[in-house]
């Protein structure tokens, strides 16, 4: 590599298989060694992550000393996978990293901290309650903040980060190097503007189209009952095609995607599930067994649509059809990685079209039906429907309902807020929704009447006047 990179550093991605930089590292690696600021916006899978991470490491060896830099992450998978390359890559200087990430132990995280490790990988949330909650560290001489998945940190999602955003960068210093990678930056551009104060060297691949052309994407227009027989059908297929294969499968809900783990298993596929509901210990371990092919399966929700690279995905399929185009590129690029060529296959109900529509405009590419066997579809459909629907009950006889309210009430506890509270302030809010939604509805039956009333009035009016005009003749 010609870019300013160390022969030692060199030699360490060769391990990882990085002989040729990608673009975006071509163009970010030596601004970021120049001291810039830096945003670069690239496809999926075109190596992000190694054009943060080495010339970090190249400073880093210049001037070691902890805590040097802090990256952020989105999710608890993404901060560690991140992290994996910072140890492989930085294994010749002895970087010692950190991992912070939520539902993990607070206690040892915070020694570890103490330790003064080169490089913390943190979701927001967690590092935030540790800035919150100790002195034993601090983030005052950081000079890297490394925000990974930028856009998705600074949206308003089911997640929101800002708070915790705030915290942070009130704990780092002002003069720092702060460098935003996504997929999908432009967005956001303007408050990620905000964050890479120092005018910062913008990079974004030039193509028109933003899925990457190793792709391959189709769509399967069908019937909202006939989903799940669609999917049997495809995995059977793929199953009997291919020896080596593997697949991620994306739903919308938590709930839906340990039904449909549960019913995928009682067809004896191979497959685990990844959902914010589960324990984060069986969280890590579901994904290690999926990137091992222990498993060939993963069924996720989005927390597993963004970043994650595991390159014998050959195959993903969207259960549902995501409602954000933004979403869907990064789920669909969970495939066709550094080069390789995938499939992704899109389920899309007669409700789902506009979304379809929406995804086509934002991509700028079409996708292209899938040619399945809809009679092999028909002949299981019934058995499957009846397979889900035992699901469902199974799973509705366990407590994962009554999880999801706890876990929701810790949530908010965690976020100062008092869950009896919250109940009581929610059913009020609705019992003056459907008060005002009754006093619209009788303002509105009185319009009509009066209308009516009107109406009436005016063609009685109008009889009186033609019997007159009659008798006058
Ligand atoms: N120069 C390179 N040559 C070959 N492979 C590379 C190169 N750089 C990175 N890779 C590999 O490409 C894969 C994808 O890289 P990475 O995960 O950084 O992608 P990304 O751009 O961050 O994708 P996403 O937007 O999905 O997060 C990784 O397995 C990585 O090791």
């Not at 975006?24 to 991470?53: N, W, Y």
């Not at 607070?106 to 570890?112: D, P, R, T």
């Not at 789902?352 to 996708?367: N, P, Q, R, T, V």
Request: glycine fraction near 4%; proline fraction near 4%.
């Amino acid at each position: 590599m010609e870019l300013g990179i160390r022969d030692w550093l060199i030699q360490q991605s060769r391990q990882l298989g990085i002989k040729e930089p990608t673009p975006v590292q071509e163009h970010c690696i030596p601004a970021i060694l120049r001291g810039q600021d830096c945003m670069g916006c690239a496809k999926t899978g075109s190596g992000k992550t190694a054009a943060f991470v080495l010339p970090i490491l190249q400073k880093l060896s210049e001037d070691p000393y902890g805590i040097f830099c802090l990256v952020l992450s989105p999710t608890r998978e993404l901060a560690s996978q991140i992290a994996e390359q910072f140890q492989v890559l930085g294994k010749p200087i002895g970087l010692k990293d950190c991992m912070i990430v939520g539902r993990m132990d607070m206690v040892k995280q915070a020694l570890e901290l103490s330790r003064k490790p080169h490089v913390v990988i943190a979701t927001p949330g967690r590092l935030a309650d540790h800035l919150k909650s100790s002195n034993t560290f601090n983030l005052k001489k950081i000079k890297f903040l490394v925000l990974d998945e930028a856009d998705r940190l600074l949206e308003q999602g089911c997640t929101d980060f800002t708070k915790d955003l705030e915290v942070i960068l009130g704990a780092i210093p002002a003069k720092r190097q702060t460098l935003l990678f996504s997929a999908t930056l432009t967005d956001t551009l303007q408050e990620l503007k905000k964050i890479a104060m120092n005018r910062p060297f913008f990079w974004e691949s030039k193509s028109e189209v933003r899925t990457v052309d190793e792709l391959e994407q189709r769509y399967l227009l069908i019937p909202e009952r006939m989903k799940e027989a669609y999917l049997v059908h495809l995995i059977q297929k793929t199953q009997d095609e291919h020896e080596d294969w593997s697949i991620m499968i994306f739903t919308n809900t938590c709930k839906m995607c340990q039904v449909l783990n549960m019913m995928l298993r009682k067809f004896r596929f191979p497959c685990v599930a990844l959902h914010s509901m589960m324990q984060q210990k069986q969280r890590f371990a579901a994904l290690a067994k999926f990137k091992s092919s222990v498993f060939k399966i993963l069924v996720a929700t989005d927390v597993a649509a963004r970043g994650l690279d595991i390159p014998t995905v050959q195959m993903v399929i969207n259960h549902n059809t995501p409602g954000l185009p933004k979403i869907y590129i990064h789920r669909v690029g969970r495939t066709a990685r550094a080069g390789r060529h995938g499939i992704s296959i899109t389920l899309v109900t007669q409700y789902d079209i506009h979304l379809l529509h929406a995804i086509e405009e934002e991509i700028k590419s079409k996708l292209k039906d899938y040619p399945a066997d809809e009679k092999e579809v028909l002949r299981i459909l019934t058995h499957v429907n009846v397979t889900r629907r035992e699901c469902e009950i199974e799973l509705e006889s366990t407590d994962f309902d009554e999880k999801k309210e706890i876990n929701k009430k810790k949530q908010m506890i965690l976020e100062g807020k008092d869950p009896d509270l919250e109940e009581k302030r929610k059913s009020e809010l609705a019992k003056i929704k459907k008060e005002k939604r009754k006093f619209k509805e009788r303002i509105q039956e009185t319009l009509e009447k009066q209308k009516e009333a009107q109406l009436k009035h005016k063609l009685l009016k109008r009889r009186r006047k033609e019997k007159e005009a009659a008798k006058g003749e």
